[in-house]
Each structure stands twice: as C-alpha cells, then as structure tokens.
C-alpha cells in the first residue's frame, strides 16, 4: 500500500509539472505570436530647427567659468507602427555641449500618439550663468571664431506601448539629436551635406 501511494503522489506532482510547462510554453507562444504580428519598432525623433537666441560665456581664467545661453527647438516624434499606440508620460529635454548639459531641463507636455501619429513640441531652451569647466569655455570660444558649434539637443524620458485595451509599463526612452549652429546667427548650418531636419538617435 504504501508504495502504491508513492507511486500515485509521484504520478500526480510529475502530472502538475507537466501542466505548468505546458502552460509556460503556450504563454511564450502568444507572446512571440504577438510580436511577430504587431511587430514594434521604436518612435522616430527629428529635430526639425533650433535657433541659437543668445550665447554669452565668461573668460576661461574665471573661476569657475560661466555660461548663458538661450535656444528655441522645435522638435517632432512620429509613431511608425500601424497597431501599437504610444504614450509618452514623461519627457525631459537639455541641451548639451560636448557632453556637457549647458541648460535645465524643461519637461515638454505628455502626450499620447496613435498609430502613424505625429507630435511636435516647440521648447526654449535655457541656461543661465551655468557653471562650466575651463576646457568648456576655451572649446565654445573657439567654435565662435570657427562659426561653427556643434550641440546637442537630448530627450530623457518614459514611453509606454498601448495595443488595443492593453497597456505596457513604462520604458526609458533616450533620444539625441546633433547639431551644427552658427554663432554669429543663431540659425543651423544647412548644405554641403549637412541635413535640414535632423533625425534623432533613438534609445528605448
């Protein structure tokens, strides 16, 4: 009797063993039957101006050098999937300089973008008596007498996928978008290979 009963308590936790693999397999199943059906591709970004305002820096032997600058970015997001909403919760953009932030973040307006949607957002962007390393300030004066600075425009944020009823969590969403401007009038450099709109990197 009682190897009987061990035999039928193995017989039954192999038989739940067995639902619960099978189970996992099928789940796995939809969800890569899911994505090769809806198949997301991450937003596009591009930046489509970006007019230098104002650009003021103090002498490299200041201590600690400054800078103030003032910009007007007009950036745009487009949606490229034809079954996958997304909802961009939290968005967040500086610019920078050789990988330095030379403005605050200003947080630009959620949004949610349906299929092949487009969303266009027209920031100021600011710094004010930004404190900066001396090879920052001796850089940006050199652009200046080249007539030539190269600036990044970055995004940080949260995006979440929304397909039907179902909604994602939240994922980090990172998006840069280079730039060259000209000192003396603000505006970006166009031709000889340099694009009108810039399209982004994007991260996700």
Known sequence: MSKDKDH????FFRGIVSLCVTIVFFILLIILIVYLVLRPTKPKFYLQN????KLNSSPATN????????????LASRNPN???????????TYVTYRDEPVTVPVSLP????????????SPVLYGSGVPVDPYIA??????????????HVKVDGRV????????SGHYHLWVNCPIFVSPSNGN?????????????????
Do not use: M
């Open 8 to 11: 039928k308590r193995r017989h």
């Open 50 to 53: 970006l007019h230098l305002i």
């Open 63 to 74: 201590t600690p050098p400054t800078l103030t600058i003032n910009l007007q970015a007009t």
């Open 82 to 92: 034809s079954r996958i909403g997304i909802y961009y919760s939290s968005l967040n």
């Open 110 to 121: 959620p949004v949610y973008e349906g299929h092949k949607d487009v969303s266009v957002w």
């Open 138 to 151: 001796n850089a940006i004066a050199q652009d200046q007498a080249a007539g030539v600075l190269l600036l």
């Open 160 to 167: 979440k996928w929304k397909v039907g009823t179902w909604t």
């Open 188 to 204: 970006p450099l166009t031709g000889f290979g340099l694009p009108d709109t810039v399209e982004c990197h994007v991260d996700v």
